[in-house]
């Protein structure tokens, strides 16, 4: 079992940054891929990020290619997802999980694991 605990969110302007921090409780961190996603009110959970679990190879939703991005330190058991030139439309609840493969994916159903979550809000 892999607990998942993500902190860093908050209130920012248009424009502003925030770093997310995904943090593991897992033996073997560095077997799991991470993902981020994100769900705004009234709206589906979608994807915005994922790494592999051993190499830096990683994945973007177009809506966020080049303002975010994510890495991670396997000694630390921690993921990050480093927020850039925010806009009004990435406010939403902010969600880590980890799947029992190396190989990234964009798809929820892959995951296994997932935090309880970190509001972001960005006013404009």
């Known amino acids: 079992q892999v607990q998942l605990v993500e902190s860093g969110g908050g209130l920012v302007q248009a424009g502003g940054s925030l770093r997310l921090s995904c943090a593991a409780s897992?033996?073997?961190?560095?077997?799991?891929?991470v993902g981020w996603f994100r769900q705004a009110a009234g709206r589906e959970r979608e994807f915005v990020a994922t790494?592999?679990?051993?190499?830096?190879?990683?994945y973007y939703a177009d809506s966020v290619k080049g303002r975010f991005t994510i890495s991670r330190d396997n000694a630390k058991n921690t993921v990050y997802l480093q927020m850039n030139s925010l806009k009004p439309e990435d406010t939403a609840l902010y969600y880590c999980?980890?799947?029992?493969?190396?190989?990234?994916?964009?798809?929820?159903?892959?995951?296994?694991?997932w935090g309880q979550g970190t509001q972001v809000t960005v006013s404009s």
């Open positions: 999980a980890a799947r029992s493969s190396v190989a990234i994916s964009r798809y929820e159903a892959d995951y296994n694991y």
């Open positions: 897992a033996r073997t961190f560095r077997n799991y891929a």
């Open positions: 790494i592999r679990g051993s190499l830096d190879i990683t």
